[in-house]
């Protein structure tokens, strides 16, 4: 019933731009804090950034800060992430997830990912 979908991936240089989105359905999305991951080839899946609820609080990895953009639209059920000055290392399958225990990016956000919602990934490749 829950659907979390992304789009917005693809092959992008190195110092360019793309911008994720991620659209939920079959939840009341202003409940939920919201989270990207990602996965590079044969490691774990990371946290990437997260926001609570409202917006109002955004969380990053330290790879991405400053680089990278959480955002959301309430009123559209939809995630953003911007990806500004991307870098090879920045290659990966990126995952969309909602927190559907909590509209709140706890400190284990990045860690504590079993009761996540997941999308079915969209690849990020950037090319040096």
């Known amino acids: 019933q829950v659907q979390v979908v992304e789009s917005g991936g693809g092959l992008v240089q190195a110092g360019g731009s793309l911008r994720l989105s991620c659209r939920a359905s079959?939840?009341?999305?202003?409940?939920?804090?919201m989270a990207w991951f990602r996965q590079f080839p044969g490691k774990e899946r990371e946290g990437v950034s997260c926001?609570?609820?409202?917006?109002?609080?955004?969380y990053y990895a330290y790879s991405v800060k400053g680089r990278f953009t959480i955002s959301r639209d309430n009123a559209k059920n939809t995630l953003y992430l911007q990806m500004n000055s991307l870098k090879p290392e920045d290659t990966a399958m990126y995952y969309c997830?909602?927190?559907?225990?909590?509209?709140?990016?706890?400190?284990?956000?990045?860690?504590?990912?079993?009761?996540?919602?997941w999308g079915q990934g969209t690849q990020v490749t950037v090319s040096s």
């Open positions: 079959g939840l009341t999305f202003d409940n939920y804090a």
């Open positions: 997830a909602a927190l559907r225990l909590t509209g709140y990016c706890s400190g284990t956000w990045a860690t504590a990912t079993e009761n996540n919602y």
């Open positions: 926001i609570n609820w409202s917006g109002l609080s955004t």
